[in-house]
């Protein structure tokens, strides 16, 4: 036998061979479709099983959600409302503040009124001999008098 023979047989005998196979692959064919088939009308079968499962979860997934939702809305209801109540009191503080400084300048200018209006007296009183002791106590009641008052007035403000 010549190469080129030997050649051609083992080709033939590849291209046989390649036959053969070809031949089991396309016999198989049928079983591997009936096969496949018997799968897939399982899972057909099966489907309406996984669909109730996942329309369940899914139920249970909303209303979950749901709850969350009322519960987060529970919660950012508290925390404004805190905030409000603390923007309250902020508020409050402020105005408590702002009265206490203005009855306090207040006070501060009637004090330095009566300071003056005693130098007054004083000077007065120096100078005049007659005006006895007894006036500069009731002068001195009267400026003590005048600071009470205008205290509590203050007092009753800021308290009100």
């Not at 508290?78 to 902020?90: G, R, T």
Request: hydrophobic content about 40%; overall charge negative; charged content about 30%.
């Amino acid at each position: 036998m010549s190469i080129s023979e030997e050649f051609k047989d083992q080709k033939v005998k590849e291209l046989l061979e390649d036959y053969i196979a070809l031949d089991k692959e396309i016999k198989s064919i049928p079983e591997k479709i009936r096969n496949e088939l018997i799968e897939l009308r399982e899972t057909i079968s099966s489907l309406p099983e996984n669909i109730e499962v996942s329309i369940t979860k899914l139920a249970l997934s909303l209303e979950e959600a749901e709850s969350s939702f009322d519960k987060l809305t529970v919660k950012h209801r508290a925390i404004l409302m805190n905030q409000l109540d603390e923007s309250k009191l902020e508020l409050r503080s402020a105005i408590k503040n702002e009265i206490v400084n203005r009855i306090s300048e207040s006070i501060q200018e009637t004090q330095l009124q009566l300071n003056q209006f005693e130098r007054k007296v004083k000077t007065i009183s120096e100078s005049n001999n007659f005006i006895n002791y007894k006036i500069w106590i009731a002068v001195i009641i009267l400026s003590f008098a005048l600071i009470l008052s205008v205290g509590f007035n203050g007092l009753f403000y800021l308290y009100k």
